[in-house]
């Protein structure tokens, strides 16, 4: 049939068993709208980590509910029900004639149709202005009736049809959700394939970043550790520079000591054959040495025994001194003599005019200034000899020698050590309970203080220091016997008659002190004087600087006070045997002082002093005092003389100054004294020196009684 129903022919696959064209691109459009909407709900740079969204059923079309609807079946239960009831076509009668069963389309001459129903409804509008042709439109109508009728069947036959159709389509549509759903699975599963490829790349770029930072560090330092190269570098190509600088020098070096070489190689072969040559000659001389050897030590041998023979001498020299000494000091003791002492002092460069011996203005030799003083005696040194010329009053030249002989003489080149050698026995024997007198005598300048006191230096340390320091010792050896010394010391000043102390604090010549004798122990002592209790020998030193600036102080630019006054240092020792190591002592005890006077100087009254001028009366007084005090010294060792060698019983003058009477305990039989006389070496003083040396042997001669111990 030609007047098919449009919808039929224009469906061009209805032959095939799927879903009409029209409904597949529907589904399709749908499928990609979807898709599209997922696509555009999807976020369009990486969704956050586990925000996917959820699948969404695939939902049928509206046409295909609508085509279910159609075809009379029940639509699949997950389908919404269709909105509209299904319409059959609608019948159009238009006032033309159309040769066609179709629809009429288009607005012109459309005849509204009429409705009709799907059970044939008969009842029908015919709208015409001819009813005089009913029976033919009846018939057309009848015509059209049958059309429609076998329209309808066909309709029918085509609903049913695509009922299958729609159910075939359905089945597709169910196995294409089927499809939809495991594609949607495997893209939820490639999604979070993606996310997790997206963070791994997130982590993976992290990385690249760090690795970027680490390399750009990398980069810096090793740029860094390159420019430190290139210094490097340069200061060691500036290094190599060097070296080879060096190295050429070198290599001239070593080719001038290669050249060397040669030559010295040359020198070594005349060596060589030199060398041999003393080979030969050395063992020849070997030999000859040998034999000397054997000769030496025969020699050696007996040098040996005679060394040994030597030593024995000596031993028995030194032994018969220390006996010989013994005898000479028992001798003495016996005698009972002030022993003397004579000492020239050198000649010093204060003694030249000009201050000097080299000073050319000088022009003084010292042979022109020393006296003429001789020592032969080399062996004991007891001798010292004078000679002088002069010429007399007749005018002719008298030379004269004057021959003197003491205990000792010391000669100018004589050192302090050596004196003290002398003196220490006696000094020590203070220790033994003697009372020991040492006084210096001389003429001014002729070194008595320096005798006594002498300088700050060790070698020049004098008689009292160096007593003293030996008084200390043996106290400190004479503690292993079981002795105990206590020791104290006092400095006293005689100065025109009046007694100082030279370690107190009053003023001079003011205090008044007086002497005072123990009769019964034979001490002496002094009132209103500081006795300073006595520990070491340094300790004395100090006293010794203490008295020398008191004395300074109180000098006067005209006054020389040390030279114009009488020094006494005494140092008391009492020592108790106590035994040790807790056996008992023998209670033993002794008493000893020892007296170190410097006299003042000896030089006699010079008339030309007499002019009255107050100075000049004080220096006639200071010397009248002195020769008053030197003189009765004199006088008392005249009168200890006279009282040893005849026994008359004569006055001793001690009262007669205060020096003597201060020395008298010191001076009488009891005591050990010793003088030494101090002599100038100048020609210009061979007058005074001749006084003192006269005085001297005076002293020298007199016999004052045997020293006795103070022992209980
Ligand atoms: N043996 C000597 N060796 C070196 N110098 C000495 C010696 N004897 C004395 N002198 C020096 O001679 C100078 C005078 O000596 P010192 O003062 O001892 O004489 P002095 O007799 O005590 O005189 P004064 O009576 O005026 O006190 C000092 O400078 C002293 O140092």
Redesign the pocket.
């Known amino acids: 049939m030609s007047r098919l129903p449009r919808i039929r022919s224009s469906s061009p696959d209805r032959n095939e068993s799927g879903p009409s064209l029209a409904t597949r691109v529907t589904l399709k459009r749908k499928a990609t709208i979807d898709e599209e909407q997922e696509g555009d709900d999807q976020p369009r740079k990486l969704p956050a980590i586990g925000a996917s969204r959820p699948n969404r059923t695939l939902q049928p079309s509206r046409t295909a509910i609508n085509l279910a609807a159609s075809t009379g079946k029940a639509p699949s239960p997950n389908l919404p029900k269709p909105l509209t009831k299904p319409r059959a076509p609608a019948l159009t009668r238009s006032t033309t004639t159309r040769g066609t069963s179709a629809p009429p389309v288009g607005a012109a001459g459309r005849v509204a149709a009429k409705p009709t129903s799907a059970r044939g409804t008969t009842g029908r509008t015919v709208s015409g202005p001819l009813a005089g042709g009913r029976s033919s439109d009846d018939k057309r109508f009848n015509e059209l009736q049958s059309q429609l009728t076998s329209i309808e069947n066909a309709r029918a036959a085509d609903a049913a049809r695509l009922a299958a159709d729609m159910e075939a389509e359905r089945d597709k549509v169910a196995e294409l959700q089927a499809n939809h759903l495991a594609l949607s699975r495997e893209l939820a599963t490639a999604k979070s394939q993606e996310i997790n490829q997206r963070r791994e790349l997130v982590h993976a770029s992290d990385e690249i970043e760090n690795l970027k930072k680490k390399h750009a560090r990398e980069i810096m330092d090793l740029e860094m550790d390159v420019k430190k190269r290139d210094r490097e570098i340069r200061e060691v190509s500036e290094d190599l520079r060097m070296c080879r600088s060096d190295l050429e020098r070198e290599r001239e070096t070593v080719s001038t000591l290669k050249s060397t070489i040669s030559h010295q190689s040359t020198s070594q072969l005349t060596l060589t054959t030199q060398n041999q040559a003393m080979q030969a000659q050395s063992t020849a001389l070997q030999s000859q040495i040998d034999v000397y050897a054997r000769t030496v030590s025969e020699l050696t041998l007996k040098l040996e025994s005679a060394q040994k023979e030597v030593d024995d001498l000596k031993k028995e020299a030194m032994e018969s001194e220390t006996v010989r000494r013994k005898l000479h000091n028992m001798v003495q003791e016996l005698k009972g003599n002030i022993r003397v002492f004579c000492?020239v002092?050198?000649v010093?460069p204060?003694d030249y005019p000009c201050g000097s011996p080299s000073s050319p203005s000088g022009g003084v030799a010292a042979e022109d200034l020393q006296a003429n003083m001789a020592f032969p005696d080399r062996r004991d040194h007891k001798e010292i000899v004078l000679a002088s010329s002069s010429e007399s009053a007749t005018g002719q030249q008298r030379n004269e020698v004057y021959n003197f002989g003491f205990d000792r003489v010391f000669e100018?080149e004589?050192t302090q050590a050596e004196v003290f050698e002398e003196v220490s026995m006696l000094a020590q024997s203070c220790t033994d309970g003697y009372n020991v007198c040492i006084f210096?005598y001389?003429?001014?300048?002729?070194?008595?203080?320096?005798?006594m006191e002498g300088?700050l230096s060790e070698a020049s340390a004098g008689m009292i220091p160096r007593a003293v320091e030996q008084v200390f010792r043996v106290a400190e050896e004479m503690k292993s016997k079981g002795w105990e010394y206590k020791m104290e010391g006092q400095f006293l000043e005689i100065y025109n008659e009046t007694i100082n102390d030279l370690l107190g604090t009053s003023e001079f010549d003011k205090k008044k002190h007086e002497i005072k004798h123990d009769p019964k122990t034979g001490s002496t002592r002094v009132t209103d004087v500081n006795i300073i209790p006595l520990h070491s020998a340094s300790q004395v030193r100090s006293l010794l600087s203490l008295a020398q600036s008191r004395r300074s102080v109180a000098a006067t630019l005209m006054n020389?006070r040390?030279?114009r006054s009488h020094s006494v240092f005494t140092l008391r020792i009492s020592g108790v045997n106590i035994g040790m190591g807790g056996t008992g002592g023998t209670g033993e005890k002794c008493e000893g002082s020892l007296n170190l006077v410097?006299l003042?100087?000896s030089e006699r009254l010079n008339v030309s002093f007499a002019s009255g001028a107050p100075v000049e009366k004080e220096r006639v007084k200071e010397t009248q005092s002195i020769n008053k005090s030197l003189s009765a010294l004199g006088d008392v060792i005249a009168a200890l003389g006279e009282k040893g060698e005849g026994a008359n019983g004569k006055h001793i003058p001690y009262r007669n100054s205060k020096l003597t009477y201060l020395l008298q305990n010191s001076l009488s039989g009891n005591s050990k004294t010793l003088m030494v006389l101090?002599l100038s070496p100048l020609a210009a003083h061979m007058n005074e020196s001749l006084t003192s040396l006269r005085f001297a042997t005076k002293v020298n001669n007199t016999t004052i009684g045997t020293a006795k111990k103070r022992t209980s």
């Not at 001389?442 to 005798?451: D, R, V, Y």
């Open positions: 000492r002092r050198p010093l204060s100018p004589s210096a001389g003429q001014t300048g002729s070194g008595k203080s320096f005798t300088g020389e040390s030279s410097d003042a100087g101090n």
